[in-house]
């Protein structure tokens, strides 16, 4: 059977339920991270997907999908480093990353 | 016709009385107290307890008090307390009440007299008598033409005078002089002396609005008004305590007792006038007899019916007779003014105002009426057969006499008397009834300075007819008015009441007010022996004899229960220590002699009839003499003398006594009539379980219901705030719970709708 | 079956497997090196639509920046038993499956079987890349084509959006370097 759009949303729907359990479901908080990067990809691949099997001239030319996975790449890097060093800075004042205690917001 | 319209002075004098004692002398009163006292005290000491006669008669040992302002107040019993010496104040008091209800009882005669034809100093009155409008006043302020407020109805304060209202101004007036007269003498020194005048001059005026009231809604407020001034006068010494080994209530608790019995029958009275008002859109008496002809029968003999329970609660008729025998803890002259001649007959008269409406009804209320009266009747008489508290009997008799009114008032229905047959026996026995219970205040009076200590009890009296000679024949007098000796007072009002029993097809009631008839001669000469006479004493045992007193003294107080006190006979010294009664002062011997001459000649104003109600027929000796009925009821009360005779004067009182109790069946009688056939009883039984029982469970619905709720919503904001608040727990991961299960719901919506809604 | 397809199924099951291995492995330092595989296998995916700059860019970036930012974190976040206690799972870990069940179901609901848009498309800015008469021809490969698509004066072009990426990422350095500061 060829591929279809089809097989490129579902495969990016699941990959983004499996990011999203790995950030509720962790401890770790890097493991959490992980899974907001997992996610992360799972949307580029589908903005890769609809470039790809977009055929309406002339918006098929202006590969929108690409770009924007370009800048969700370029975001995610920046993000990642900005969460990576505040989990360093709460390591050095806590000496845990657990995400369960973090919790000063508690009632 | 002046003469007419300015009668409303006799209904507004007193209350101008009580407001100037209320106001003026008695505050001048309370505020010379301690100047007096300390002047009095000390040399009043050795004289405390002197009496008209200039003895000294003081009791062996005073308490000495400081009153509420500091002034001494001297002591001869807790409960009564009395200053050394009255003050100006308190004696301007009792001559400014004295006077101006002198100058309303003359007023009154003369109105009587005129409108009796017997002086002419004024035309005479209308038959539908006239309205007093000066006093009058419109209630609301869009009253139009025909009174009618906002469409509403009409609220008219109104009063009226007319032959109906005379004989009662007379009745009002007069005692009540000859009572604040009395009360000079046996209020004597009391420290309360200012306000029991406020309260005599309160209660004048609020059974005059009675009088002459109009419409239902004034004589609402008069008889509310006497219901207050008869809480405040028998609760007047209001420190007493009860005395249960006599059966006797607190003054405070009788009057309370009293107010209460008169507010349940007052709920039945405003219920009727309520209908009656609602069918017809008016209050007025005059208006009334020709306004409910159109209304639906049975709903106006409903209305009546529940009207004359407010006549039964303010009458003292069964069932709701309980509070009379309590209301006689008050001073003597308050029983005798109020629940003797006046208040207890304001049910009566209010009857006899409505009693056209009452024949417009079935004759179902007019049956009502007269049943009821005569079950009140015997049943009032045979207890009053065994009582051994001289006032209690006195109530009793009210209570028979009472019946006797609304017998009168009931049978009549039909014939052409109209109200007139009760309200004549109410206008002879207001004066006979007086005098009776102000003899008895004498008695008493003589018998508290003798024995230091309040004596009611008949069983320690006896032979005090040599040592107190006017007060006796005064009784004499009362007695034969009651018991219907021949041309005495009774003899025309009350035997004619139980000739037209028999004339109007009534067997029953003639049956049963005959009986009484018999048992009211019994028990009233009973006492008049008891006291005044005794085995030994002249005229065959009526006149003198031994005092028992000097005897014999009550035991077995400290028990508690009146079935366990019992004579016994006392020690020489305690007899060396009792002194002899003797008569009471002038100030209270004048009322009893000017009372006997309307108890004997009161019944021979035989146009009574006729004034009341014109056509009804006139009395006369000649059908009185010539009547076979009569001659009955003759007989049946001369029965009852004379086995009052046999029994009491020519037997001991022990041996009577011993008689009864050795004999189960009388004994047991005796007993049951002792306890006023226990309903008491059961009235106390039923406020305390059922009354008091649902408000328990009232109460208990507020504590844990009302309050539950309120508390309830109180605590769930708690609960909520307390448990919601674990909601934050401070986590992103929580938070992204939340967040991401709001996409999962939404999710399922999407699903549901688009799977399930095309 | 062609080679696409094929290649596609593979690297598909790697990826999801791979992903499975991240969320669920107890030593977070092995999760972080399926991570890379996860990485890699994505690019294999963009190799498959066509999109050479969006896969390279992926493996310099993703599986090279920031695997290594993520394994030193780890290093420098020292966790006392690393074999096994390090990434635990959490106590309500049954409501994520479920969440994410149902997220995912809405999700291929949404793609595959619900209604879809019947809208129709605007029409565009200009004529597109590659048309017969208009002035930008259709770049040679994918490389130039973005390049085009970034950074054109003349053509249509994302250019203010990559200006903001770039501030963007100059104050993600600026901030990780305050944030990190050791203090």
Redesign the interface.
């Known amino acids: 059977?060829?591929?279809s759009l089809?097989?490129?949303?579902?495969?990016g729907?699941?990959?983004?339920?499996?990011?999203?359990?790995?950030a509720?479901?962790?401890?770790?908080a890097?493991?959490v991270?992980?899974?907001i990067?997992?996610m992360l990809?799972a949307v580029?691949?589908t903005m890769?997907?609809f470039?790809?099997y977009n055929t309406?001239?002339?918006?098929?030319?202006?590969?929108t999908g690409?770009?924007f996975?370009?800048?969700i790449?370029?975001?995610?890097?920046?993000?990642?480093?900005?969460a990576?060093?505040?989990?360093?800075?709460i390591?050095?004042k806590r000496n845990t990353?657990d995400v369960?205690e973090i919790n000063l917001m508690k009632w | 016709m002046a003469l007419y319209e300015y009668s409303w002075l006799i209904l507004l004098s007193p209350i101008f009385a009580f407001a100037v004692i209320l106001f003026g002398t008695r505050m001048w009163d309370l505020a010379t107290r301690g100047r007096i006292a300390a002047k009095a005290a000390h040399e009043t000491e050795a004289h405390v307890g002197h009496d008209g006669h200039g003895e000294p008669d003081g009791p062996d040992e005073l308490i000495h008090e400081k009153g509420p302002r500091g002034e001494d107040v001297v002591f001869e019993d807790w409960e009564d307390p009395k200053v050394p010496q009255l003050t100006m104040g308190a004696k301007v008091s009792g001559y400014l009440s004295v006077i101006i209800m002198a100058l309303a009882c003359i007023y009154s005669w003369i109105l009587l007299l005129n409108t009796a034809g017997l002086i002419s100093v004024a035309p005479q009155l209308p038959t539908q008598g006239i309205s007093l409008s000066q006093i009058s006043y419109p209630w609301c302020q869009n009253i139009d033409a025909t009174n009618n407020c906002f469409g509403l109805g009409s609220y008219v304060i109104a009063f009226h005078l007319d032959r109906l209202t005379i004989p009662m101004l007379v009745v009002v007036t007069s005692i009540t002089l000859l009572v604040q007269f009395y009360s000079q003498g046996y209020m004597e020194r009391s420290a309360g002396y200012a306000r029991f005048f406020a309260y005599l001059s309160l209660f004048a005026f609020s059974m005059l609005t009675i009088v002459f009231a109009a419409n239902f809604l004034v004589i609402f407020i008069g008889w509310e008004l006497v219901g207050l001034s008869s809480y405040l006068l028998i609760g007047f010494w209001f420190n007493k305590k009860s005395k249960p080994a006599e059966d006797r209530l607190s003054p405070a608790s009788a009057s309370v007792e009293a107010f209460i019995v008169n507010r349940v029958g007052d709920v039945g009275f405003i219920i009727g006038i309520m209908i009656l008002f609602v069918n017809t859109g008016t209050f007025n008496f005059s208006q009334l007899p020709a306004a409910v002809t159109h209304m639906d029968k049975t709903l106006l003999t409903v209305a009546m019916i529940l009207v004359f329970c407010g006549a039964i609660g303010k009458s003292a008729q069964v069932p709701l007779h309980v509070w009379l025998p309590p209301a006689m803890e008050g001073p003597t002259p308050v029983s005798a003014l109020i629940h003797a001649a006046t208040m207890v007959a304001a049910g009566v008269y209010m009857v006899g105002r409505t009693w056209f409406i009452f024949a417009a009804a079935d004759p179902l209320a007019f049956q009502v009426v007269a049943w009821i009266g005569g079950i009140s009747a015997i049943f009032a008489a045979v207890i009053a057969l065994v009582q051994t508290d001289f006032k209690r009997v006195l109530a009793f008799s009210t209570i028979s006499q009472l019946g006797y009114m609304f017998v009168g008032m009931g049978i009549a229905a039909g014939t052409a008397y109209g109200p007139g047959l009760g309200l004549f026996h109410l206008f002879t026995h207001a004066f006979f009834k007086a005098l009776l219970f102000l003899c008895a205040g004498s008695v008493l009076f003589a018998l508290h300075h003798a024995t230091h200590k309040e004596t009611q009890d008949m069983r320690v009296m006896g032979g005090l007819g040599p040592l107190m000679p006017i007060t006796a024949i005064a009784w004499l007098v009362g007695t034969l008015s009651i018991g219907g000796f021949p041309f005495f007072d009774s003899f025309f009002s009350k035997d004619n009441i139980i000739a037209e029993a028999y004339r109007t097809g009534n067997y029953g009631l003639w049956a049963v007010t005959l009986i009484t008839a018999g048992l009211t001669s019994f028990y009233m000469f009973r006492a008049f022996i008891l006291a005044f006479g005794g085995k030994g004493g002249r005229l065959g045992g009526m006149w003198g004899g031994t005092y028992r007193g000097k005897i014999y003294r009550i035991a077995g107080l400290e028990e508690g229960n009146q079935d366990k006190t019992y004579l016994v006979e006392m020690s020489p010294e305690e007899k060396e220590h009792i002194k002899v009664p003797h008569e009471s002062p002038l100030v209270m011997t004048i009322p009893l002699i000017i009372l006997m001459i309307p108890s004997i000649f009161a019944g021979d104003w035989f146009n009574f009839y006729p004034y009341i109600q014109a056509g009804a027929p006139a009395l006369t000796v000649r059908d009185v003499l010539d009547d076979w009925l009569t001659w009955v009821g003759l007989a049946v009360s001369l029965i009852g003398f004379t086995w009052a005779f046999v029994l009491y004067a020519r037997f001991e009182f022990a041996s009577v006594h011993d008689y009864v109790e050795n004999r189960a069946f009388l004994r047991t009688a005796h007993r049951i009539l002792l306890h006023k056939f226990y309903v008491d009883d059961l009235y106390n039984w039923i406020i305390k379980y059922i009354v008091l029982g649902l408000s328990h469970i009232a109460q208990a619905f507020d504590t844990y219901v009302v309050d539950g709720i309120v508390n309830g919503v109180a605590r769930l904001i708690t609960v909520l705030g307390r448990d919601v608040r674990h909601v934050e727990t401070g986590r992103v991961?929580t938070y992204m719970?939340g967040f991401?299960?709001g996409?999962?719901v939404?999710?399922?919506l999407?699903?549901a709708l688009?799977a399930f809604v095309k | 079956?062609?080679l696409?397809?094929l290649l596609?199924w593979i690297i598909?099951i790697i990826?999801?497997g791979s992903?499975?291995l991240?969320?669920g492995l107890r030593n977070?330092v092995h999760?972080?090196l399926a991570?890379v595989v996860?990485?890699a296998m994505?690019a294999g995916?963009?190799l498959?639509?066509?999109?050479e700059?969006?896969a390279i860019?992926?493996i310099l970036?993703?599986a090279g920046?920031?695997t290594i930012?993520?394994l030193?974190?780890?290093m420098?976040?020292r966790?006392s038993n690393v074999r096994t206690n390090?990434?635990?799972?959490?106590k309500?870990?049954w409501?994520?499956?479920?969440?994410?069940?149902?997220?995912?179901?809405?999700?291929?609901?949404?793609?595959?079987i619900?209604?879809h848009s019947t809208v129709s498309?605007q029409t565009?800015y200009?004529?597109?890349?590659?048309?017969t008469n208009s002035a930008c021809p259709?770049p040679p490969n994918?490389v130039a084509?973005?390049g085009q698509?970034?950074y054109s004066p003349t053509c249509?072009s994302?250019v203010l959006?990559f200006e903001i990426?770039s501030i963007?990422?100059l104050?993600?350095?600026i901030?990780?370097?305050v944030?990190?500061r050791?203090d």
């Open positions: 059977m060829g591929l089809n097989h490129f949303l579902v495969l729907a699941l990959l983004f339920c499996i990011g999203l359990y790995g509720i479901a962790k401890h770790n890097i493991a991270l992980m899974g990067e997992i990809n580029n691949i890769v997907g470039a790809f309406v001239k002339p918006w098929s030319t202006f590969l690409q770009i996975a370009i800048f790449i370029t975001v995610a890097a920046a993000e990642a480093a900005v990576l060093a505040m989990i360093i800075s390591y050095r990353v369960g | 991961q719970i991401f299960g996409v999962a939404l999710a399922i999407v699903f688009v | 079956m062609d696409a397809t596609f598909a990826l999801v992903s499975l991240v969320v977070i999760s972080a991570l996860v990485f994505a995916i963009y498959l639509l066509n999109a700059l969006i860019v992926q970036i993703y920046a920031v930012l993520i030193f974190a780890l420098l976040t966790i390090s990434n635990p799972i959490n309500v870990w409501i994520g499956v479920i969440i994410s069940t149902l997220v995912g179901a809405g999700i291929i609901f949404a793609v595959t619900g209604p498309v565009a200009g004529a597109g890349y590659g048309s259709l994918n084509y973005i698509l970034l249509y994302y959006p990426a963007v990422l104050v993600a350095i901030g990780a370097i944030i990190g050791e």
